[in-house]
Each structure stands twice: as C-alpha cells, then as structure tokens.
C-alpha cells in the first residue's frame, strides 16, 4: 500500500454530539465515496464545549459515545481505517480524556491515544484557555500500524512540542497525524509554518484535520486542513474555515526518499549543554 487516498474532513462541531455525528457520518460517507481509504477527523469531533459544567453533564464512557459507536460502524461498513481525531471521553475519576481513536477497516479498534499536552495559555486581546483545569493529560506517546504503513497519533498543542513527533519517526512513523482545533488567532500565526516544519524536520507525511469558523459555544478556530508531504509541500489545504472533506493522494515512499535524501534522524548526535555565565556577571555575583 505504497500509494493510497486519504481524506481529511474539516467540520464545524457545535454542542450536540448526535447531530455532529450525523455530520460525521454523511461525511465519512463521501471521503469513502472518493476513493479514501484512511479517513481523519479533528479534534473534538463529538463536539466543542467551553463551558465545563455543560460538558461534563453531556459526556459518555468510551463504551457509550455516539462518535466512537459511528466510527467503528462505518469503518466495518465502508472497509476503511477511520481515525477519530479525538473526542471528549468520561474517566472512571470524574475527569475527562480529549482521546483520539484508530479504527481499522473491519471495525476494530486499533488503539487510543489521550493528548499529552494541555492548552493552558494567555494570548493577546484577552483570549485565555486552560484545559488542565477539565482535561487528564495522557501520558503515552502512540505509532500504530495501518496496513504496511506507520501512523504517529497527536492532537493539536502537541503539535508545538517537536520531540514527541521526532520519537514517533524514531520509531518508523511515515505519517504523523495532527488533528486539532487551533484557535483562529494562534492559527493565522502558526499553523503552517509548523506543520510544514514537523513534515520536514522527519521526513514524514502530516496529516491535519481540523476545526473551522464560528461554533455554538463561542469560539473561532482557525480550519485550513492540510496534507503536506515529507519534502514539506503542501499536497491539499481546505484554504478556508468552511466544513469540508478534504481529499489528497499520498505515496508512502516519498517517507523514505526525503529521509535518504536528508538522514537527520540517523545523523543526529547527543550533546551536553554549556552554560557560559559571562566574566563580568560572575564578578558582579561574588561581590
């Protein structure tokens, strides 16, 4: 499986998970229909709720959410993998997993992977997040198989922390995933240049579906969807924050020519750091 089509379905998840499933589904049914045989979704597919309250009152067990119940119907119906970007999943403790889901083509679940990093940040104009405060981080870093091919799973702010991506290249990941919701602000600033970097800097497909415009709760999130190849070219980009479905064609073997052409994975070396304190601090400290 060397050449095969995937898809990336950029939506507009509003505060009821059956109707973002129904979304969901009608979606995944045309990607299908297109000829993808891997199908990504963005974070918090189920649904985008700030407020915290109203998220725990409408949350489920892994066992009983809507999304995860459609993803493993559809992947067994359609024959394809579906990768639920992540969704928003009940703990035994009372807390909440923002988890992503792998589905192979038969229905069955391949893995989960619980977003590590947390989106605790002040930006400009006032705009605040903390997901710490709701969310349980993970604490596992996952490749998983699909087919013959390497997936690394993350989820959004991960995305700025290269070296959780560089250990799933280690780790022979020829496609990284960043299914995400950047808010419209960080998004205008950083979206591309980072995925094109974490594409480029390991020699890896990434794949990135995301949220889009203006939701029920509020927020505004960037959408802009993109494949980008292993050289760091943008093959396909919803160029827009409208929900979309998303299709680009990918050759897994491009993995390991841009890694042959630029080895840094192998040619990386350990180093240790030397903190310099400058002759005329050090005089300032001892007297």
């Not at 060397?2 to 109707?19: E, H, I, N």
């Not at 104009?125 to 993350?154: D, F, K």
Request: charged share 20%.
């Amino acid at each position: 499986m060397s050449m095969f089509k995937v898809a990336v379905l950029q939506m507009r998840s509003g505060m009821d998970p059956s109707a973002n499933a129904a979304t969901f589904e009608t979606m995944v049914r045309e990607a299908a229909a297109r000829g993808a045989r891997y199908v990504q979704s963005p974070e918090m597919t189920g649904g985008l709720v700030r407020n915290r309250e109203a998220l725990l009152s409408m949350v489920k067990s892994e066992a009983e959410d809507v999304i995860v119940g459609t993803a493993a119907r559809l992947a067994a119906d359609l024959g394809i993998a579906i990768h639920i970007g992540s969704t928003a999943i009940a703990l035994a403790d009372g807390r909440i997993a923002n988890r992503g889901f792998l589905f192979a083509p038969d229905g069955t679940l391949v893995t989960t992977y619980d977003k590590i990093h947390m989106f605790d940040v002040d930006l400009d104009n006032g705009e605040s997040w903390r997901e710490s405060a709701t969310y349980q981080p993970g604490g596992r870093a996952v490749v998983a198989p699909l087919g013959e091919v390497r997936l690394g799973l993350a989820v959004c702010y991960d995305l700025r922390f290269p070296h959780l991506f560089r250990a799933q290249a280690l780790a022979g990941a020829e496609i990284l995933t960043v299914p995400a919701a950047f808010t419209r602000q960080t998004g205008e600033a950083h979206w591309h240049v980072l995925l094109r970097a974490r594409a480029i800097e390991n020699g890896a497909f990434v794949i990135a579906a995301a949220q889009g415009g203006r939701h029920e709760d509020g927020r505004e999130t960037f959408g802009h969807s993109m494949v980008v190849d292993p050289w760091g070219r943008v093959l396909a980009e919803a160029a827009h924050d409208e929900p979309a479905v998303l299709i680009a064609e990918v050759d897994i073997a491009a993995s390991s020519a841009a890694r042959r052409k630029v080895p840094n994975l192998k040619n990386a070396r350990e180093f240790e750091l030397d903190e310099v304190v400058s002759p005329v601090a050090a005089g300032r400290a001892a007297s």
